[in-house]
């Protein structure tokens, strides 16, 4: 692995668990100083950091840091970067993973709703973004958006969860072009990788529907979407404007 000294610093939001944890845990495997985001996961975070810095041998600099904030404090979001590069000195990419998602029925959407998936999967990516994009464009760095199939075939049941990932696969192509020709950006849709946690919204058989309109018949794992996040940080120098879908090609037919 790369001397942390030397390696590039990647900060990833919401990686204390799940989806995140397995992108931080793939990029650090790579070579990366990896800056944990989290906002209540404070345990499993700190856990995640203990065994990235183990890696490596007594006495060398630390891998990997935790940090913790609020994605809704929009005023926070400057301060989270900042902290990230006092720690490491640098930042070379940033990937939005951090995700709230959760049926909203039309005729009884309410503002608290719309400001949690809206602020968590595209008003916080933004700001974030904004607020990493000069240290970013210092490095020659990246930025890689975890967006959602559904991004552009909407999901029943969930429109604002639907729109808030349409306008942050929108945003993708935006800040590519407002950011080009230092920093990169794309994003990643993943189909049915995991199943949400805490929710009844998908029973088994619907589940098995879901399943059976891929192409490959069988559901992904949150590998396979963290391997595609590490080909766009680290193998994809000519890649922007891009999204990547990782479904199982259930994407590919209506």
């Not at 944890?21 to 700190?46: F, K, M, N, P």
């Not at 008003?123 to 020659?140: E, T, Y």
């Amino acid at each position: 692995m790369i001397h942390p000294s030397q390696a590039p610093v990647v900060l990833v939001t919401g990686a204390a668990r799940r989806l995140g944890a397995q992108i931080a845990r793939t990029l650090h495997a790579a070579g990366a100083c990896v800056a944990i985001h989290y906002r209540t996961s404070a345990a499993e975070a700190d856990a995640l950091a203990v065994e990235f810095n183990a890696l490596h041998q007594e006495g060398s600099e630390e891998s990997a840091a935790t940090f913790a904030a609020d994605l809704l404090d929009i005023a926070a979001l400057p301060r989270l970067v900042e902290s990230v590069v006092a720690r490491f000195g640098r930042l070379d990419a940033l990937v939005n993973n951090a995700s709230t998602f959760h049926a909203t029925k039309v005729g009884a959407v309410d503002t608290a709703d719309w400001d949690d998936l809206i602020g968590s999967n595209l008003k916080a990516p933004l700001f974030l973004s904004q607020a990493a994009a000069p240290h970013l464009d210092r490095s020659g760095g990246c930025i890689v958006n975890i967006t959602d199939v559904h991004a552009e075939r909407p999901l029943k049941g969930y429109p604002v969860y639907c729109a808030a990932k349409a306008g942050l696969l929108g945003l993708t192509r935006a800040l590519a072009l407002e950011l080009g020709s230092r920093v990169r950006v794309t994003a990643v849709a993943p189909g049915p990788i995991e199943w949400p946690e805490g929710t009844d919204d998908f029973p088994p058989q619907e589940r098995a529907a879901i399943i059976d309109h891929t192409l490959l018949k069988r559901m992904g794992s949150p590998a396979d979407i963290a391997q595609a996040v590490k080909y766009l940080v680290f193998d994809a120098p000519y890649v922007t404007g891009q999204v990547i879908n990782v479904d199982g090609g259930r994407t590919a037919h209506l």
